[in-house]
């Protein structure tokens, strides 16, 4: 009998945290419940997301960027119904140089500043930055690779050596020979790229961990000692391009012409996973520099159809709803819906970033009253602060936000580019909300405490897994994580420090 997905998803609905717990990373499903995360979602459509209990979810991270057109967007789906009714001939390899794989390569040179003239695809932003570091080391035939603290590149051996959190590095060595410069400190890069064999300076235009911003002088300056030194610089815009910032790649805000570029998450539509490195002719040509050397580099899953069909589809439904200008306008609502509560609230102190890439940072208040309950919160864990505001926002309001980074006050936001004046309106709200609550008094705190404590007691039965359809009772946290500071710190540490 043919594979019936409606009736495995029937079949075992509610199963999935037990899964998880027993098949994969149990410490992922811990955490979720911890903070009382943990639902079944059973659909998604545009910025919201629905669980089996008919509640609706407003996904302000839009799985980390991939969702920049909203989910099931109908364009997209169109396209790849099509694509899979053609029945195309998929990965010939060897014996073909498909259409498909030549359209969305032009497509993203055409979107490139003048001197990207190549592409090469691949099925992550990991294995971009990969792509990225191999070539940089060809061409330039130099060992190092300089990257900004902060950073966050991918978890593949070689962007974790351009990983700015030791956590990330620790006991996965050795590594490629990397130098790490403060992020925004062009005396610090200068130093390193003086040395004279420094391959590529990768860098965020904006970071997602922490959302930083450098300012245009810094840029400038990065653009002109990279060239004075001949190191390569490479915009990671896995997660900032395809219109996120305002502009179609992020920078283009300070007029830099980087010699490789990355692109990944928004590229797939939300369906199929693709990634494109984007080179200059001269960085691409030193590498496939002769028809012996035509396949040094490849990947299996590259070109695939469905990937290049959805790469197509979506940079089709960018231009045809005007997404960049879009992305930069709502993000200009939001700034705007923020103003009245950074003006009513002590602790909510700024907005970062720019488009629908953004930060709300937290502080300390004035008020002695106010500062007694924010020590009182930030002495069990610092920035423990916004992770009292992401908590509610999920269980009153049914919002998705993340801490941006660990030990960080600050709530990232990455909204579907497709948001608009509903969903401003509605996070504003919200906040407004939450914010109003942690400056009342301390009940929002012990509502927070309430949650995660719930979260973490040893819980009840829960549904049984039914692998070979014999029921086995499965409980819950069967390893019984304490009620105690530990693991409501690590639960709270793990929802922030993924990019
Ligand atoms: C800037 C940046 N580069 C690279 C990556 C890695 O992408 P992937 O998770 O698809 O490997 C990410 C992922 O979050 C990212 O934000």
Known sequence: MAFDLAKVLADRHG?????????MNPQMARVLRTEGFDRFYVRGEGCYLYDDRGERYLDMLSGF??????????????ALHQALDLDLPNMVQIFDCALLPGLLAEALVGRAHDGIRRAFFSNSGAEAIETAIKFAHYATKRPRIVYASHAFHGLTTGATALNGGAEFKKRFGPFIPTNEVPFGDID??????????????IVEPIQGKGVNMAPAEYWREVQEVCRRYKTLLVADEVQTGLGRTGR?????????EPDIITVAKALSGGYVPVAATLFTEKVFMSVFSSMDRAM???STFGRNQLAM?????????????????RARATGESFTAGFAPLLERYEMFHGVRGLGLMIGLEFGPPDTPRLRRRWNAIERIRP?????????PLFHRHRILTQVAADSTNVIRLLPPLVAGATEVDAFVAALDDVLASAHKGPGLFFEFGRTMAKGALPGGKRRPIRHDG??????????????????????????????
């Open 296 to 298: 040094v580099h490849s």
């Open 65 to 78: 960027g991939v969702y920049a057109l909203g989910r099931s967007h109908p364009g997209i789906k169109a």
């Open 188 to 201: 610090a890069l200068r130093r390193q790229l003086r040395r004279g064999d420094v391959a590529a300076f």
């Open 15 to 23: 199963e999935n945290f037990e899964l998880h717990s027993e098949f």
């Open 248 to 256: 179609f790649f992020c920078h283009e805000h300070w007029g830099l």
């Open 383 to 391: 920035a423990l602060f916004s992770q009292a505001i992401v908590v």
């Open 309 to 325: 069909v959805a790469g197509l589809a979506t940079l089709d439904a960018i231009d045809e709803e005007g997404i960049v200008e």
């Open 470 to 499: 014999s029921a086995t009772e499965v409980t819950a946290n069967g390893s019984g994580p304490a009620v105690n500071g530990h693991h409501v710190e690590s639960a709270a540490e793990t929802t922030a420090s993924r990019a």
